[in-house]
RNA sequence: GCCUCCAUGGUCAAGAGGCCUAAGACGUCGCCCUCUCACGGCGAAAACAGCGGUUCGAAUCCGCUUGGAGGUGCCA
């Protein structure tokens, strides 16, 4: 049988990373069984609409380069793709369940429901509906949808028994009936529950495997009852943890608390917008490459067969297998996506680098007036990010304010006395220096350090903080020189002397 | 509270009763390279949550405890 999976968000107006992860994973099961990987929009929560939301899901989904078979986008022979528009199909469901005695009408108000959800929660335990409609007779129910009552459609969960499901991650996962409610089905505004419509669309559009965050696997049972309801053939069930997210806890001035060995306390959370973690969209705009991006998080839950860690979405479509699957929640590590990040920049040939760095050079400093080749091939193996481009070489354009304390150094054996010293005597030899290349910078300082009898470092520490500012810089004193040009670097030295004369 | 699931270093994780004196990677620390930083090279510290069982033998199987995650919505 072909393979069908589906990845099926609802539409909230970004992609969290743990969506992507669940939907990567999805359509490489689909990929590696040369199956069809659909995506269906989950959209019957008609009060938490966002608008533009799907386009994001369509954008993320293209730039990640999960490309889908069905969709509403692309069609297919399944469709709608969007569940509000599927809308008509699923109340004859509901009412086949009726029939079956399987679900009934229930009528209760919110307000009478609320009431009973305190009160249960006040005496500690879990409310359970009471199946208060469940015993109208027909006539009344008739009666009631004569008049135009508001009803929604709830399941009947047998008061007694198992029900249970099978999930290749899990295994065998059974609950005792008497604590499962009789959950909404079809809503007062005649639109299915999520609990509803999943079993309905999976089953008519033909899936084979659903794939889906954790949070379903405590009602997959209710689903595999309904399943038997139908008289349906279950799906295999293969349920995905949560990605999470390690925080230190806070006080209200959002100092560290800690704990009695003077330690940070960690709290775990899931991933959250609000938090202000990063979504897919972020990380890209932050500098991240797709492809390690893919990379790190095909891995936070999932481990290959071998040693190796770089995989491409080709080979990854070859290789992705469900027992490689984790069992229990990851942390999202940002160190390790940014190593990922790092090695894939790396891996970069010196031209694309050059392009995709090229903008996040020109926003600290002027194109024009730089050798922006040079600055990339200096920056390539310094970039975790492309975002953290512009503060590495800003100092390219301005000088930045710095205290002399910078030109003591005690492993370059310098402090103030002896760079100024160095300065003086260097200043009028780069002076005379016509072909300011970088080779010739160098060769012609480095002829000369001997006579000055100190050892490189001694000359060439003060000479780059003379000219950068900085205690680290992407290259030394004879790429900053060179860059910046023979007028501007002996301005700048001339503005040191003065420095470390006052 | 109740229900379900999970539990190997700080993090991702390998591990299917003897191959475990527990792999690898990120991070951390040290050394080397070196005009700084980075890259690169070498090395180190660092884990089977606890307690009971089963077994000749347990990270691996069972139970309890603890910890974590999820559910308990006319959200998905």
């Not at 069908?4 to 990373?17: E, I, K, N, Q, V």
């Not at 705009?285 to 999932?302: K, P, T």
Request: glycine letters at 8%.
């Amino acid at each position: 049988m072909e393979v069908r999976t589906r990845f099926a968000p609802s539409p909230t107006g970004y992609m969290h990373l743990g969506n992507l992860r669940t939907a990567l994973y999805t359509y490489l099961w689909a990929r590696r069984n040369n199956g069809k990987f659909i995506l269906r929009i989950e959209d019957t929560d008609q009060v938490r609409e966002v608008a533009g939301a799907v386009d994001v899901i369509y954008n993320s989904l293209r730039t990640a380069g999960l490309e889908h078979d069905e969709g509403p986008d692309v069609g297919g022979d399944y469709g709608p793709y969007v569940q509000s528009e599927r809308k008509a199909m699923y109340l004859p469901y509901a009412k086949q369940l009726v029939e079956k005695g399987c679900a009934y009408y229930c009528f209760c108000t919110p307000e009478r429901l609320e009431e009973a959800r305190q009160e249960a929660e006040k005496n500690g335990g879990t409310f359970k509906y009471d199946k208060h409609c469940l015993h109208l007779s027909k006539e009344e129910v008739q009666a009631k949808l004569d008049a135009g009552e508001p009803y929604v459609i709830r399941q009947n969960v047998p008061t007694t028994g198992k029900a249970s499901f099978d999930d290749v991650i899990y295994g065998h996962i059974e609950v005792d009936c008497d604590t499962l409610d009789d959950q909404v089905l079809i809503k007062a505004d005649g639109l299915p529950t999520y609990n509803f419509a999943n079993v309905i669309d999976d089953h008519t559009m033909g899936i084979t495997h659903v794939m889906r965050g954790n949070e379903y696997l405590s009602s997959a049972p209710k689903y595999n009852l309904l399943y038997e309801a139908f008289g349906w053939e279950p799906p295999k069930y293969v349920h995905l943890t949560p990605v999470m997210c390690r925080d230190f806890q806070r006080d209200e001035n959002g100092g560290y608390v800690l704990d009695e060995n003077g330690e940070k306390i960690g709290i775990t959370r899931k991933m959250s917008k609000r938090k202000g973690d990063p979504s897919f969209e972020d990380l890209l705009s932050q500098g991240y490459l797709v492809d390690a991006v893919i990379n790190y998080m095909v891995l936070l839950g999932w481990s290959p067969r071998g040693e190796e860690e770089f995989f491409s979405l080709d080979e990854l479509k070859k290789i992705f297998d469900l027992e490689g699957l984790s069992k229990s929640p990851s942390i999202f590590d940002m160190q390790k996506m940014n190593w990922f990040n790092a090695e894939y920049i790396r891996r970069l040939s010196d031209e694309e680098f050059y392009e995709k760095a090229l903008p996040w050079i020109a926003q600290a400093v002027d194109p024009a007036k730089f050798d922006t080749r040079r600055i990339a091939a200096l920056l390539k193996d310094r970039t975790e990010y492309f975002a953290d481009i512009p503060p590495k070489i800003g100092f390219l354009a301005r000088m930045p304010e710095y205290d002399i304390a910078l030109y003591t150094h005690k492993k370059m054996k310098t402090d103030s006395a002896v760079s100024l010293e160095i300065l003086t005597a260097v200043r009028p030899f780069l002076a005379g220096i016509a072909d300011w290349t970088e080779q010739e910078l160098h060769d012609r300082v480095m002829e000369w350090i001997p006579s000055t009898g100190m050892k490189n470092g001694t000359v060439l520490w003060p000479l780059r903080i003379a000219v950068s500012g900085l205690a680290n810089t992407p290259g030394g004193a004879f790429e900053i020189l060179y860059l910046l040009g023979k007028e501007e670097s002996l301005r700048r030295i001339d503005e040191a002397i003065a420095k470390l004369q006052a």
